[in-house]
């Protein structure tokens, strides 16, 4: 992907990550093209921390990662004996008990959760490969507009694994259940067309126009008030989880906040 228009200054820059904030627009971008974007422990504390720097005039955040590939999934090297230096390798986490196992993970899934932030709306920007790890961070995104060119695949369960990175979830809920099952089972790729047919993809585009739509879907989120668009996420994230008539309330709990906020009343 091409470089942002801007030559802002990064507030962070380290283990492969970069984030730039332009007011309310923030970019994440992976940014170590030379190993397509291969994911490490390091880089996803260094996710982490980019969610947790984040000031509060963001409103949109867009990921992208450098290069042909968009993230290649994990650095090989954590599938070797010898590891990566200085994290513990696939053997060492297999030893730990219980708690410090799920202690473990539940560290590595960080970098994926604060995407869906209910005061933000995250956009990822995929071309190329979206393997494993790195169809999980896309996944983690609340929208997706991607190249012609970009492949996903999820091949933890062809290595023995399961995805942990908090893929699950939101694959489920995009394409449904059965095709969930089968794109993991399999690890097969899913191209941009599939992609959009099946609700993975909000858009897809030539690689050459992947910057400029992701630009104008930018500014179209931008364009409503950020207070509507809040508890409109809210209310869509919790509508799975809610009775048709529970969500009906939720509704007209929104509505009345706004409402009030609209007319100089509310709290």
């Not at 508890?231 to 869509?236: D, I, Q, R």
Request: net charge negative; proline share 4%; hydrophobic share 45%.
């Amino acid at each position: 992907m091409a470089s942002p228009a801007k030559d802002l200054a990064p507030v962070l820059d380290k283990d492969g990550v970069r984030l730039t904030v332009d007011d309310a627009i923030a970019t994440v971008t992976l940014a170590n093209p030379a190993k397509r974007n291969a994911q490490s422990p390091a880089l996803w504390r260094a996710l982490t921390e980019a969610g947790r720097l984040l000031p509060g005039s963001v409103r949109v955040v867009v990921l992208r990662g450098e290069g042909q590939s968009f993230s290649a999934g994990l650095d090989r090297r954590m599938f070797t004996p010898e590891g990566i230096a200085g994290e513990p390798t696939f053997i060492d986490l297999a030893r730990r008990d219980d708690a410090a196992l799920d202690a473990t993970i539940a560290g590595y899934q960080e970098a994926f959760t604060w995407w869906r932030r209910n005061d933000l709306v995250s956009v990822a920007a995929v071309q190329g490969h979206a393997i494993g790890a790195g169809f999980q961070l896309a996944l983690a995104c609340d929208l997706r507009v991607v190249a012609d060119d970009v492949q996903f695949a999820m091949r933890e369960t062809s290595l023995g694994l399961v995805p942990d990175l908090t893929g699950t979830h939101p694959l489920v809920g995009l394409v449904g259940y059965a095709r969930a099952l089968e794109i993991c089972a399999t690890g097969r790729f899913v191209g941009a067309e599939e992609a959009v047919a099946t609700g993975l993809a909000n858009l897809a585009v030539p690689a050459g126009q992947l910057d400029d739509a992701v630009r104008d879907l930018v500014a179209a989120l931008l364009a409503a008030p950020r207070d509507a668009v809040i508890e409109t996420k809210t209310l869509l994230r919790g509508a799975p989880a809610r009775s048709y008539d529970e969500q009906r309330a939720a509704e007209r709990a929104a509505q009345a906040r706004r409402l009030r906020d609209l007319a100089g009343i509310g709290e």
